[in-house]
């Protein structure tokens, strides 16, 4: 009797080229907006780019993600997520490892205290969210522009770097399965993202994006001198719908053991005081309520995310679990 493989699902997801979209080549920003509005997310590649740190700064980013989960457990448990502050914007839990972008760039005076790898890699840190302020910036200008946005109002006027925000570095690492356990692992709560760009750099399968309108969970695969791009939730709260986020979680491949996979990711969240509102609307009138701030959408999200996390889920989480503030859930498998 033959045995089959199982089928992969994968996802066709449009490749923005850094340099066209920089250069203003024509069809780049067509294709970027096109992609916010049906998919939710995009590869970047950088390839072409001459001037592109990102190559050299990926394989550092790795080296250090490894110097620090093979810290003996007493020392990571020293930088426990979980004693960290609410938010947990800096600390180690098994999964990840998060490094704040203040601590980073000294934007606030914030203690930011780190094991001894963290400061041998400093700076390919900075450079590495340096790169990918720059890259965001542009991307942001782009969908600005095609949404025509006033001066104000604009996406990349909530993410300025001098403005306090939540932004981190997540250092992932998935353990791998049992010699001979095949059966399917998926170590994430499928959820949103909190903020407004995820950068994500990923040299194994794993991470699975569940489109809009379909209940089928596809793989999106990794691309040589390319990050995987995907939007959060203020950029479609934002743009009222117009723009998607994307509801992802990372899974082990059909038929295979879980391996051991190192990704990270530079989430970009908007300024702490940026409005949870659409900016396509007129600006509320005095008499009504001021719009949710940023940051206390990311503590309501946050919430239930670890709500979801210790089995104590309520109704009212999905829609925050799912990026959808007006209360009209997605479906949520977990």
Not at 44 to 71: K, M, N, Q, W
Not at 165 to 193: F, M, N, W
Not at 279 to 290: H, K, T, V
Request: hydrophobic share 40%; charged share 20%.
């Amino acid at each position: 009797m033959e045995c089959k493989t199982p089928e992969i699902l994968t996802a066709s997801l449009r490749v923005i080229n850094l340099h066209n979209l920089l250069h203003g080549i024509h069809g780049e920003a067509e294709k970027l907006v096109l992609a916010a509005k049906e998919d939710g997310i995009f590869y970047v590649d950088f390839t072409g780019h001459a001037s592109s740190p990102f190559t050299g700064l990926v394989d550092e980013i790795y080296s250090l993600s490894r110097s620090l989960f093979d810290l003996d457990i007493e020392e990571k448990m020293q930088y426990d997520v979980d004693q960290m502050g609410m938010l947990k914007l800096n600390g180690y839990k098994p999964i990840s490892r998060n490094i704040p972008h203040h601590g980073i760039f000294s934007v606030t005076n914030e203690p930011f205290p780190r094991p001894a790898p963290i400061d041998e890699h400093w700076q390919a840190l900075q450079g590495i969210v340096r790169s990918c302020r720059d890259v965001a910036g542009t991307i942001f200008r782009t969908m600005s522009t095609a949404l025509h946005l006033p001066a104000d109002k604009t996406f990349e006027s909530f993410h300025h770097p001098c403005h306090a925000s939540l932004d981190i570095i997540r250092l992932l690492k998935y353990q791998s399965a049992p010699p001979g356990e095949t059966t399917p692992r998926v170590p994430q709560t499928a959820h949103t993202d909190l903020g407004s760009l995820t950068m994500l750099f990923a040299s194994t399968p794993g991470l699975q994006i569940c489109p809009r309108g379909s209940d089928d969970w596809l793989y999106v695969m990794p691309r040589a001198n390319s990050m995987i791009v995907n939007l959060g939730d203020a950029m479609s709260i934002w743009t009222d719908g117009v723009f998607q986020n994307v509801l992802h979680r990372v899974s082990s491949m059909p038929g295979q053991a879980m391996e051991e996979r190192y990704s990270f990711a530079v989430l970009m969240r908007p300024a702490d005081g940026a409005p949870m509102v659409s900016l396509m609307r007129p600006s509320p009138s005095g008499l009504e309520a001021e719009p949710m701030r940023c940051d206390i959408w990311l503590r309501a999200k946050f919430l239930a995310l670890r709500g979801q996390k210790n089995g104590e889920r309520k109704d009212s989480d999905i829609a925050v679990l799912t990026g959808c503030p007006d209360g009209r859930p997605r479906f949520l498998e977990v």
